[in-house]
T-cell receptor, first 118, second 113 residues
Framework: GAVVSQHPSRVICKSGTSVKIECRSL??????MFWYRQFPKQSLMLMAT?????????EQGVEKDKFLINHASLTLSTLTVTSAHPEDSSFYIC??????FGGGYGYTFGSGTRLTVV | GENVEQHPSTLSVQEGDSAVIKCTYS??????FPWYKQELGKGPQLIID?????GEKKDQRIAVTLNKTAKHFSLHITETQPEDSAVYFC????????????FGSGTRLQVQP
């Protein structure tokens, strides 16, 4: 089945620095990828939708200059948290759609990245 | 946009009992309803899904039912086992296919041995 690889699984960074999270579709081409953020004991909240070769669409309240998304190829999307602050500490999860999945759905999720900003 | 409500927020059952989690959605155009299991520190794993053209789907101990008229769908787990303990999320999405899933608030299921 479709596999989405997300790295790193955990990262600790100092306040003010930037962190990049990678999301790769291993055995399919993902024209659309989604980035979610999940705070402890809460649900997944959509941050942005990225389509290969175009600018990402951000949800209301998500700062696009802080959370930079690049989807330069059909198998790779990256999320860069710039000038990270402790309030950015969270669990970040990517998701990709395998449009070859019977022409239907097939949302696959990465394993998540635990970001801790100190 | 779509809004998904999920109940209960926590559910404790004895091993071997059944567990039922319910969700309602707001957008009548939604046509895809997956259920995910999330274990601590991991990404969500799809356990079952249903499309709007069917009313019920079953996979061994897990089943999902959909009532389009009432706009609600439910997850049924029979013969629960301790390894079923996790957080379960329902989700919904309308077409077209490039739209993201909207998740419910989650249910923490605890199966007591």
């Amino acid at each position: 089945g479709a596999v989405v690889s997300q790295h790193p699984s955990r990262v600790i960074c100092k306040s003010g620095t930037s962190v990049k999270i990678e999301c790769r579709s291993l055995d399919f081409q993902a024209t659309t990828m989604f980035w979610y953020r999940q705070f402890p004991k809460q649900s997944l909240m959509l941050m942005a939708t990225s389509n290969e070769g175009s600018k990402a669409t951000y949800e209301q309240g998500v700062e696009k200059d802080k959370f930079l998304i690049n989807h330069a190829s059909l198998t790779l999307s990256t999320l860069t948290v710039t000038s990270a602050h402790p309030e950015d500490s969270s669990f970040y999860i990517c998701s990709a759609r395998d449009l070859g999945f019977g022409g239907g759905y097939g949302y696959t999720f990465g394993s998540g990245t635990r970001l801790t900003v100190v | 946009g779509e809004n998904v409500e999920q109940h209960p927020s926590t559910l404790s059952v004895q091993e071997g009992d059944s567990a039922v989690i319910k969700c309602t959605y707001s957008d009548s155009a939604s046509n895809y309803f997956p259920w995910y299991k999330q274990e601590l520190g991991k990404g969500p794993q799809l356990i079952i899904d249903i499309r709007s053209n069917v009313g019920e789907k079953k996979d061994q101990r897990i089943a999902v039912t959909l009532n389009k008229t009432a706009k609600h769908f439910s997850l049924h787990i029979t013969e629960t086992q301790p390894e079923d303990s996790a957080v379960y999320f329902c989700a919904a999405t309308p077409p077209p296919g490039r739209r993201a899933l909207t998740f419910g608030s989650g249910t923490r299921l605890q199966v007591q041995p």
